[in-house]
């Protein structure tokens, strides 16, 4: 039992360049987060998907996209990326509605845009 | 919408005193409570958490009460370990269904250090 995998650990993109960061829980959750952590700013959410199917924006969505790909999986895609995507950023997941559940994070993905 | 108000760090600390991290929130409704850590190098994940008022989250010596009527989730422990260095979110999450259910906010992190 893995929990929330995220792939890759690190990444350096220049301006410009695309990029999907890949996420998979093995815990048969519903719901499936994606986040960002800046020093000083906690997490913010990007966006989230309640089920399967769903996708929709949270705090920090410019930028983004998502795909909910299957139960297990939620990826998140940087089309142009810009210096002030820099950050990590971390999945989660929740059996239910994060009010009720805990969320379970991944390890995070360390990513500079240059 | 929600927010949080997280005392800020660093904290340093010496091995075994007193731990208190304040909390406070503004929330619509009756949102359950959470602190999360993050050790190094690490995603976060759950410390306690409390779903009503007047309930205790306690997990490894932590502890902290729901007060609904200052609106606060203090993180206290008695003693630290160098092994709880790490940062500390506090994180109220709305209950309702639907949409609102998902404005997940959390506050901004306090560093623990503590030094042998």
């Known amino acids: 039992n893995a929990g929330v995998t995220q792939t890759p650990k690190f990444q350096v993109l220049k301006t410009g360049q695309s990029m999907t960061l890949q996420c998979a829980q093995d815990m048969n959750h519903n719901s499936m987060y994606w986040y960002r952590q800046d020093p000083g700013m906690g997490l913010r959410l990007i966006y989230y998907s309640a089920s399967e199917g769903t996708t929709d924006k949270g705090e920090v969505p410019n930028g983004y996209n998502v795909s909910r790909l299957n139960k297990r999986e939620f990826s998140l895609r940087l089309e142009s990326a810009a210096p002030s995507q820099t950050s990590v950023y971390f999945c989660a997941s929740t059996r239910g509605l994060a009010g009720s559940d805990e969320q379970f994070f991944g390890p995070g993905t360390r990513l500079t845009v240059l | 919408g929600n927010s949080v108000t997280q005392m800020e760090g660093p904290v340093t600390l010496s091995e075994e005193a007193f731990l208190t991290i304040n909390c406070t929130y503004t929330?619509?409704?009756?949102?359950?409570l959470f602190w999360y850590v993050q050790y190094p190098g690490e995603g976060l994940q759950l410390l306690l958490k409390a779903t009503k008022a007047d309930d205790k989250g306690s997990n490894k010596g932590f502890e902290a009460t729901y007060r609904k009527e200052t609106t606060s989730f203090h993180l206290e422990k008695g003693s630290v370990q160098v092994s709880d260095s790490a940062v500390y979110f506090c994180a109220p999450t709305p209950r309702d269904s639907g949409a609102g259910s998902y404005q997940l906010t959390f506050g901004k992190g306090t560093k623990l250090s503590v030094i042998p």
């Open positions: 929330a619509t409704g009756y949102p359950s």
